[in-house]
Structures are given as structure tokens and as C-alpha cells.
């Protein structure tokens, strides 16, 4: 009897299985179809030279584009401006969007008019924005002459090597800030009141209360926050497109390894070699998510 109940569920289970990848099946092709295949069709193709003008062709050349890769000097300028670049607005726009999602979670008055007012600049497409702070970077232009009124320097910011790349950092800060305020807002009303009465009963202050309850409650939404703007800003390439007009000027200042892929793939058509520089960037984003990973971790074991 028993015996033929245990057969009775493993036949049942292996319907309800079948049943389920049956539904599945759109979805994993179109998934296969789109996603999964060229994925592979781009690991290949990094090992190789594809020749796409004329008849299209493709020849093996083992590692010779990421030996190219280490000898190219564009590369590591790019490299090294993507890495200022992360290393500056990652950081500063999570504690911003900290400072805002605190300040908002607050008894203020007027505080959804200023969720509003905050958000605005994430729902804003990011060639307007660029547009935008291009007018207000002119010589001429908003900061230039806010500059002047309080008697400080102004600078050449679409022209100048020294702080054509800042300007970015400032309106990427800006308008990506906000998007991570919301996450933080939403996760700050999630902590139990309970606490901070309890925290409140004990004396304690409210630096206290944002260093032992709040922020070690944040953890795992900081962790994806600090994910999600590593790979955001490793992936920074409209706003430099368009401050440079697809050069990364002056002086490669503004290059980043995005816009420095587009250049290969499709102006250069070396299309092997800027795979090769994808798979680079991937394995740059896998690495930094696992780091991260492991310091949350631990973090939260002590």
C-alpha cells in the first residue's frame, strides 16, 4: 500500500513538473533566442577577427584581442576614467540618497510635494537631462555665471580636460540620486516603530538610533543599491556621448569603456575586438558584485 502511494506521488510530481516547463517554454525560448545565445555567439566571436565589410568573415585568433586589449593605451584611459568615475559618484550618491530618504521619512512639512520635486529627475530621459546641464556648463552659461555673482573661478567645463568628467560625476549625482532615495524611503518604513520606542526607553540618541538600528537594518538595500550603481555607472555612456559628440573629448577625458566599445564596434568596425572588451567589462562587474557580496556578508556575521 505504501509502496503504491510513494509511486503515485512520484508519477504526480513528475506531471506537475512536466506540466510546469510545458508552460515555461515561450518564455525559455524566447529567453534562449535573445538572451542566451547571444551571449555565447559573443564569447565566440572575442576570439576572433570579423570582417565586416565586403563579404562578412570570421577567422580565429585565439587571445590576440585581449593581448591588444592589455597593449592598448585607449583602454586603460578608459578604464581609469570609468574607475574616477564610479569612485566618486557611487559613494556620494548613496549617502545622498541616505540623507534624502531620512530627512523625507521624517515629520516635515510639505514632504510628499518634495518626494515629487526629488524624483522628477529620475523619470526625466537622460539625453534631455544632458542637454540641460550642457546649457548650464556653457562658458556662458547658469554655473558659470552663478560663479561670478560670489566671486568664484569658473571654468571651460565642456572644453577643459581637468573638468569636463566632474561635470558629469555632478549631473549623474543629481539625477540618479533620487531613484535610490525612493528604495531607502521604502525600506525605512519597513522598520518596526517598536525599536526606536525601545531604543527611546534606554536613552538613547538619535545618532544611536541611526547607527545601531537603521543603517544595520539598511544592509541588504544598501548592498543593492552600491550594486546597482557600480554596474549603473560602469555603464555610463549616453551622457559622455553627448558632452563629447561621441569622441570622449577633450583629450580622451571623457572617454569610458562603454563609449569606447561603441567606438570599436561601430565606427571601427572591429567587432571582435570590442566583444573582447565586453566580456572585459563583464568580468570587472562580476568581480566587484562577489567582493561586495562578501563584504556584506561579513558584515552582517559580526
Not at 543599491?225 to 553627448?242: E, H, K, P, W
Request: charged letters at 15%; zero cysteines.
Amino acid at each position: 500500500m505504501t509502496v503504491s502511494i510513494k509511486g503515485r506521488w512520484r508519477k504526480r510530481s513528475f506531471e506537475d513538473s512536466w506540466s510546469g516547463y510545458l508552460f515555461m517554454t515561450p518564455t525559455i525560448l524566447i529567453a534562449s533566442i535573445f538572451l542566451i545565445l547571444p551571449i555565447i555567439f559573443a564569447v565566440v566571436l572575442a576570439f576572433q577577427k570579423v570582417q565586416l565589410l565586403g563579404e562578412v568573415s570570421y577567422r580565429f585568433t585565439g587571445l590576440k584581442n585581449f593581448v591588444r586589449m592589455a597593449q592598448d593605451d585607449r583602454v586603460w584611459i578608459a578604464l581609469k576614467n570609468t574607475a574616477q568615475y564610479v569612485a566618486v559618484v557611487v559613494p556620494i550618491q548613496t549617502v545622498l540618497a541616505l540623507a534624502l530618504a531620512l530627512i523625507l521619512n521624517s515629520q516635515i512639512k510639505g514632504r510628499s510635494w518634495f518626494r515629487v520635486a526629488f524624483f522628477l529627475p529620475t523619470v526625466t530621459s537622460s539625453a534631455v537631462l544632458t542637454l540641460i546641464f550642457m546649457w548650464i556648463y556653457n562658458s556662458n552659461g547658469l554655473l558659470n555665471n552663478l560663479l561670478s555673482l560670489v566671486h568664484l573661478p569658473t571654468y571651460n567645463w565642456l572644453g577643459d580636460p581637468a573638468v569636463a568628467l566632474k561635470g558629469i560625476m555632478i549631473m549623474n549625482i543629481w539625477s540618479t540620486a533620487p531613484l535610490f532615495m525612493v528604495i531607502y524611503l521604502a525600506a525605512l518604513q519597513d522598520i518596526p516603530d517598536s525599536l526606536y520606542e525601545a531604543a527611546t526607553l534606554d536613552g538613547a540618541s538619535r545618532w544611536e538610533k541611526l547607527l545601531h538600528i537603521t543603517i544595520p537594518f539598511l544592509q541588504p538595500v544598501t548592498f543593492f543599491v552600491v550594486v546597482m550603481g557600480i554596474i549603473g555607472t560602469f555603464q555610463l555612456f549616453d551622457q559622455s556621448y553627448i558632452f563629447s559628440a561621441g569622441s570622449g573629448g577633450p583629450n580622451d577625458s571623457t572617454l569610458t569603456i562603454v563609449l569606447l566599445i561603441y567606438q570599436y564596434a561601430f565606427k571601427s568596425l572591429d567587432m571582435g575586438y570590442a566583444l573582447a572588451l565586453t566580456l572585459m567589462l563583464a568580468a570587472i562587474l562580476m568581480i566587484s558584485t562577489i567582493i561586495q557580496r562578501t563584504i556584506f556578508k561579513e558584515e552582517r556575521l559580526d
